[in-house]
């Protein structure tokens, strides 16, 4: 038995190793690759599950198949990756490449086909292994900066084809230069509650950190004084060549007084899983200062699977008055690593300074369904949508402008949460015509209105957030706004490679957008981070020189439409 054993967990390494290292992959760009990003760096709601290849602040570089294979799906989107296609490969790795401008000649006749049989610029293709065969290194599409790109880049993955889990691209023998290590910024003492204490209080405490002869620690004369349940958290960054931008670490390891009690490797992960991140990291602390602590501890309801050693979910129990050794050990995919090391000294018999009371109600359960009930609110939380319990905090104030209802503030925006709940706020609309454009809305982190989404349901505007905060009821009735960018009403625009307009709407969103020219639907792309709606010219489906009449319907997301139409000559 021990023998078969041996021999499944080689075959294992095997395959681990014949699924990384050892597959030569053609460079997916013919520039050098200068990263952005990495995998698993920190973003808002989930790990980076690629890498992001610096263009030079340019679009229009050629892109290549890192292997032989076919195009397995292509998918458009204003959003998301924008523009992407999806590689699949005997060695049994689907490569992805996104943000891209547009595609080569034959794969983007072969969408702008589907687009006008769908009249839909949003498509999500999945093809079958014949389609289109490619062949290693062989040019696919184009560098772009489509979808929710904030600058010209490629974003670039590798998943295992079987369950689509995207793994470390770094692994792959890419010509990527890093001999920088990772670089610690801060660190953070959690008191696990109300009985545990960091220097004397009940709240978390942070610290910056200093390098001393190649080694992180706290400033001199600092001390850390602590007493129950404590768990750590560190800001720690790793920086490749030739750009300075902020990345993640590869793995995590913390020992002490000599033992392991927490690690974690970035090797792969699933996209169902990845909305945990915002239990793996303190969440308060990446809402209101914009700072990635992560968590050397497990919070009850993170179910990630990228951690190892964990003994007791990495959290120290200080039950003594001896000083306790802490090292954590930060390391890339090249091996370069930096280590922290401070101590802790045990506190006992300390009554921990308790922090202002948060205004609570109740309890509320992570493995537990909770309700909350007040004449004007209803909130409904699912089992598991907590990642650990809170104490749960109401309140409300006379609502602003642009709102009809009082402002309710259902506990706090500093509180992640995993799933949706429902919310409703009572309103009775003093027109019944209001009621299909009823929503509900809350503050964005600028401080500005924006929808919440919610329909009026029986007495109520009914919404599913996926985060706690302000919300009221409002109104929306305003259609989109439609602005051509240049003059085309009764002009000649024979030149002219495309026709543009700014389209945006004052609050529940762009919703649905057409366009016809001479009763014919045309392919308008929409790029909502610019509030840019174009369409380029195709002398295929329309003729030229010629007076041509326009269209152009932009709906918001309560059905308010509003109508462009007018005539040129192209």
């Excluded at 889990?165 to 230069?177: A, Q, S, W």
């Excluded at 009930?373 to 109401?394: H, N, Q, S, W």
């Excluded at 269209?551 to 139409?565: F, Q, R």
């Amino acid at each position: 038995m021990r023998n078969l054993f041996a021999i499944l967990l080689l075959q294992s390494i095997v395959i681990q190793l014949s699924g990384q290292a050892d597959v030569a992959f053609h460079p997916p760009i013919g520039i050098p690759m200068v990263l952005s990003g990495n995998f698993g760096e920190i973003r808002s709601d989930h790990f980076h599950s690629g890498i992001d290849i610096k263009t030079n602040g340019t679009i229009g570089h050629p892109i290549f198949s890192i292997e032989e294979g076919y195009v397995s799906r292509i998918k458009v989107q204003a959003n998301g990756y924008g523009k992407s296609i999806y590689i699949d490969h005997p060695s049994g790795h689907t490569s992805v490449y996104g943000h891209l401008d547009g595609y080569r000649e034959d794969i983007a006749e072969f969408v702008r086909s589907a687009q006008y049989k769908r009249r839909s610029h949003t498509l999500d293709l999945y093809l079958k292994p014949g389609q289109i065969p490619i062949e290693k290194g062989a040019l696919i599409a184009y560098s772009g900066n489509t979808g929710g790109s904030s600058g010209p880049h490629l974003h670039f993955e590798i998943r295992t084809s079987g369950n689509q889990h995207p793994t470390n691209v770094l692994k792959y023998g890419f010509d990527i230069r890093d001999q920088v290590s990772p670089r610690f910024h801060t660190l953070t003492l959690f008191p696990a509650g109300a009985e545990s204490a960091v220097n004397g209080k009940s709240e978390k405490q942070t610290v910056r950190i200093v390098r001393d002869q190649g080694i992180y620690t706290v400033p001199y004369g600092t001390t850390l004084r602590a007493s129950g349940k404590v768990g750590i958290g560190v800001e720690v960054f790793d920086y490749l060549n030739g750009a300075s931008n902020r990345c993640g670490v590869y793995a995590l390891t913390m020992l002490v007084d000599g033992q392991e009690v927490y690690s974690l490797t970035m090797d792969e992960f699933a996209f169902s899983e990845t909305r945990y991140i915002n239990a793996h990291i303190d969440y308060g602390a990446r809402i209101s200062l914009n700072k990635k602590i992560r968590r050397l501890h497990r919070l009850p309801n993170d179910r990630l699977r990228i951690y190892g050693k964990l003994k007791e979910d990495g959290w120290i129990t200080v039950t003594d008055d001896h000083t306790h050794q802490v090292k954590v050990i930060a390391m890339d995919v090249a091996g370069n690593s930096s280590t922290l090391e401070f101590q802790i000294s045990g506190v006992t018999g300390a009554s921990p300074e308790q922090g202002t009371a948060s205004g609570g109600e109740r309890t509320m359960r992570w493995d537990e369904s909770n309700s909350f009930r007040t004449e004007e609110v209803e909130v409904d939380l699912p089992a598991r949508a907590l990642y650990d319990d809170i104490r749960f905090g109401f309140s409300k104030t006379p609502g602003a402008e642009g709102m009809l209802s009082d402002l309710y503030q259902i506990h706090h925006a500093e509180t992640p949460l995993h799933l949706t709940y429902n919310l409703a706020i009572t309103y009775t609309p003093p027109d019944p015509e209001w009621r299909d454009k009823l929503l509900l809305v809350t503050y964005n982190e600028d401080d500005e209105l924006e929808e919440a989404g919610g329909a009026y349901d029986n007495g109520a505007v009914v919404a599913t957030p996926r985060s706690f905060g302000p919300f009221a009821v409002a109104i929306d009735t305003v259609p989109p706004e439609i602005i051509p960018l240049r003059k085309i009403d009764q002009e000649t625009i024979s030149g002219a490679a495309d026709i543009r307009f700014t389209i945006r709407d004052n609050l529940s969103g762009i919703e649905d957008y057409e366009g016809y020219l001479d009763n014919q639907w045309v392919l308008f792309e929409y790029d909502p981070k610019n509030d840019l709606l174009f369409y380029t010219f195709d002398r295929d489906r329309i003729e030229p020189d010629r007076m041509h009449e326009l269209e152009l319907y932009v709906t918001d997301a309560k059905g308010n439409v509003n109508l462009y139409h007018t005539t040129f000559t192209w």
